[in-house]
């Protein structure tokens, strides 16, 4: 039997990447749970390229050019965020994603944000309520 990989990066393709991250980032700074911690990204040029080239390159993906470092722990460390906020995160993710792309690809592209959120969990910065 012969392996084929059918990386997520190559089924969503870069443009949808950022289209979704750009969105999601809209949504954050409109949504009321969320926007107090995450309400800035939206302007934020530098930090949309960072998560894009995050996303990217856990999916697979390759860049012309060394990805933007990103301390992912680091970053959510001095956040505080709460449970409650975790699971709004998610659910709103979920539903840009919904909204992107075709369900397959983004029920591949939530398990690893689940994933993401876990370890987040796991290392201690999310506060229960």
Same mark, same amino acid.
């Given at each position: 039997?012969?392996?084929?990989?059918? $990386?997520?990066?190559?089924?969503?393709?870069? $443009?949808?990447? !950022?289209? *979704? *991250? &750009?969105?999601?980032?809209? &949504?954050?700074? !409109?949504? +009321? *749970?969320?926007?107090?911690?995450?309400?800035? %990204? #939206?302007?934020?040029?530098?930090?949309?390229?960072? #998560?894009?080239?995050?996303?990217?390159? %856990?999916?697979?993906?390759?860049?012309?050019? +060394? $990805?933007?470092? *990103?301390?992912?722990?680091?970053?959510?460390?001095?956040?505080?965020?709460?449970?409650?906020?975790? =699971?709004?995160?998610?659910?709103?993710? =979920?539903?840009?994603?919904?909204?992107?792309?075709? $369900?397959?690809?983004?029920?591949?592209?939530?398990?690893?944000?689940?994933?993401?959120?876990? &370890?987040? &969990?796991?290392?201690?910065?999310?506060?229960? =309520?």
């Amino acid at each position: 039997m012969v392996r084929t990989l059918n $990386p997520l990066c190559d089924r969503i393709g870069l $443009p949808a990447v !950022e289209a *979704v *991250v &750009r969105d999601f980032a809209r &949504r954050q700074a !409109e949504d +009321p *749970v969320l926007a107090p911690w995450l309400g800035h %990204a #939206v302007g934020d040029e530098e930090h949309l390229a960072t #998560v894009i080239d995050y996303w990217w390159t %856990a999916m697979g993906g390759r860049l012309d050019r +060394p $990805p933007r470092t *990103v301390d992912m722990m680091g970053r959510h460390a001095d956040l505080a965020l709460t449970e409650t906020a975790l =699971e709004r995160w998610l659910a709103l993710f =979920e539903a840009t994603l919904a909204d992107h792309l075709a $369900p397959a690809e983004a029920d591949d592209w939530s398990a690893m944000a689940r994933a993401m959120g876990d &370890r987040l &969990r796991a290392a201690g910065l999310i506060r229960p =309520e």
